[in-house]
């Protein structure tokens, strides 16, 4: 497994390719799959705000083109002076693959950590039909 101070590097590095031109608020990560492969992300912003791509996202398409499906960590880094989490759509994303991922994220100095199940306590799921399944209150899938 790799080392967070390693991974939160990669996350700078990923930050520095960022396109952000609107917010100036570039975002780099870095996703750790469960073999220890890892896949960068970037923000990349657009001038029609919806069609903007969040780090987080970017790494997991790439990951997910690679054939990965399972990730143990995630690594943010932003610019500001406090860490940030995930967006809500990019907790939602990778909740599809990795419902209890570990989050380290840091900014200015701050590091912060969690797990994504802690983030998105009532995340969306279906069941293998295809119909909503309903969390229930301790966040286990209910029929």
């Known amino acids: 497994m790799t080392e967070e101070r390693d991974l939160l590097e990669r996350a700078r590095s990923a930050r520095a390719r960022a396109y952000a031109?609107?917010?100036?608020y570039p975002v780099g990560c870095v996703l750790e799959a469960d073999d220890g492969t890892l896949f960068d992300g970037c923000n990349v912003e657009n001038?029609?705000?919806p069609v903007t791509l969040c780090a987080e996202r970017g790494a997991l398409s790439a990951a997910v083109v690679?054939?990965?499906?399972?990730?143990?960590?995630?690594a943010l880094s932003t610019t500001g002076r406090v860490a940030?989490?995930?967006c809500g759509a990019c907790r939602q994303?990778?909740?599809e693959f990795a419902p209890d991922l570990?989050?380290?994220?840091?900014?200015?100095?701050?590091?912060r950590r969690w797990t994504?199940?802690?983030l998105l306590p009532a995340q969306f799921v279906l069941?293998?039909?295809g119909r909503r399944a309903a969390p229930s209150r301790d966040g286990e899938e209910t029929g």
Not at 21 to 24: G, R
Not at 66 to 71: D, H, L, Q, T, V
């Open 93 to 95: 994303a990778l909740a």
């Open 66 to 74: 690679a054939g990965r499906r399972s990730f143990r960590r995630i």
């Open 102 to 111: 570990e989050i380290v994220s840091e900014a200015g100095g701050d590091v």
């Open 127 to 129: 069941d293998h039909t």
């Open 47 to 49: 001038a029609s705000s």
């Open 116 to 118: 994504l199940s802690e």
């Open 21 to 24: 031109p609107y917010s100036n």
């Open 84 to 86: 940030v989490a995930p």
